[in-house]
């Protein structure tokens, strides 16, 4: 009997082990995994994007099983209402947010694209500030200029985003653009 | 009292010579034998304008003093009085000074037509409500004086005056618009070729809707039994597309939106996004945030985006076909079926049975993982 109860005793130990062990290296596991489903937000204006910033973007992403949203900024005319459709301006955005997307998903990046209305560039992104979340935003300092975002939207962006702004030097291959 | 026969010649710019044929045809209508006078007529110094109304009767204007500058308008009372078989009257957009009988004269014409008289009239492309805001992003440029799309819809015939852009800008460069100091200003902004190119087609769509809506509007059978069977059988008579795709409230729809907006704008047709929404379940969370999604990227694009709350797919959008119109279906890629699932028809052959004959179904691929419609 002590015989038996010894070895159910030794079963029991070990069963117990094991799971300690298992069970540590699942935690382990779970801890490298991101706590919540992360959001990357590219935001460009016109017909092309830096693929330096796409390509940062598309890393980052990747690395962090994050989704990438990328948004495109459309001026409204002040003449025109804020919320008016915007062909022209649609006309633009859909094939670059098909191009971008056509690059994420051969990376297996899911993508989540926003197109974002305001009075300039700043503003549209302003208000994409207050109904998205994401915990990244990617911007090429090689996009400043008259139709990108300017030094002060990038001062203003690192101020206003409640995220991690990647902002990114201009590099050699700044040339290299994504165009639809 | 039978009201007035009302024409209207549209043109997507001035220049194109919607006065002059307005003109002719009075001169055609008068070698008929009937009476017709010039209620109004607007030349803006063309010569070519000012030759082709001589010899048709003018009823003369009235001065009014507005803003301290006197100007001449069209005498609506006179006008009346004198009731000829038909009226010429120039500019129908034009806004009246105060202290006349309407606002616009677009209400003079109303008076017009309701006292029997025949009415020809003009109009551009830009001045129309709906299209004001697409022009002027078109464009840049934004006209003040606009008319409700009504107005259009009142014609008994809306002739387009279709002049292609080259065309126009010649006749801009020779001096046929606009006296010599103004042109180079004219060409550098307004009269810009793909200006030009993107309002003629604005007008071109214009007119193929108004044919087609009168179309509708004339084939109505007799108005028995529900509303689906008239709206089914008013259908196939329809000479232009509509395109409805089936969304759901998750990022892959975005690109099933993209490519419909694309055929949307290839066949020049309204589109409408339908998401079939399972009865009972609230829109909150992520759901929430993608349908806010959803319906900022329709209104960037001008769709028009319907929720329809039920629990048979194939119903509802059988149902909402029949309701809009639609002559062309977009719908996702299926989810992989499982169980007894693979007994059921798959959904696009669904969807064919369902709704009207000549309603076409096309199936966007997902670019991704496999993520389906149903």
Known sequence: VIEHFLVGLALLLGLFGGYLIASTRWRGKRSERPQQVHQILLPFTGTEISRRALDAALRLAKAEHATLMPAYLAAVPKQLPLECAIPAEAAKAMPMLEAIEQRATGQGVPVDARVERGRSYRHALSRLLEHESFDRVVVSATSTGAAGFSGDDLVWLLDKAPAEVLILRPGPEDHRVLTA | MDRGHYKIFLGMAAGVGKTYRMLQEGHAEVAAGRDVAIGYLEPHKRQETSDQARGLEVVSRRKVTYREVEVEEMDLPVLLARRPDLALIDELAHSNPPGLEHEKRFEDIADVLAAGIDVFSTVNV????????????????????????????????????????????ARLRAGKVYPG????????????????AALREVSLRQVAEDVESKRLTLHVPEPLGTREERVAAEVPQAVGERLLA???????SQRLVRRAWRSAQRLGTDLDL????????????????????LRQLASVLGATLLIEEHDDLVAAVARVVRERGSTYLMVGES?????LGRLREPLPQ?????????????IVAHRGGREGSE
């Open chain 2, 181 to 196: 100091e103004n042109i180079e200003a004219a060409l550098n902004n307004f009269f810009r070729i793909e200006n030009l």
């Open chain 2, 274 to 293: 339908l998401w079939v929404k399972p009865p009972g379940k609230p829109i909150e969370g992520d759901v929430e945030r993608q349908v806010t999604a």
């Open chain 2, 335 to 339: 989810l992989p079926r499982k169980g």
């Open chain 2, 126 to 169: 830009q001045h129309l409500e709906s299209l004001n805001d697409r022009v002027a992003e078109l464009t840049g440029v934004r006209v003040r004086e606009t008319v409700p799309d009504s107005v259009l819809g009142t014609a008994d015939e809306v002739v387009l005056i279709d002049l292609t852009p080259e065309a126009l800008v």
């Open chain 2, 350 to 362: 669904r969807l064919m049975k369902a709704t009207p004959a000549g309603v076409d179904v096309r």
């Open chain 2, 246 to 252: 089936l969304v759901r409230p998750t990022p892959s």
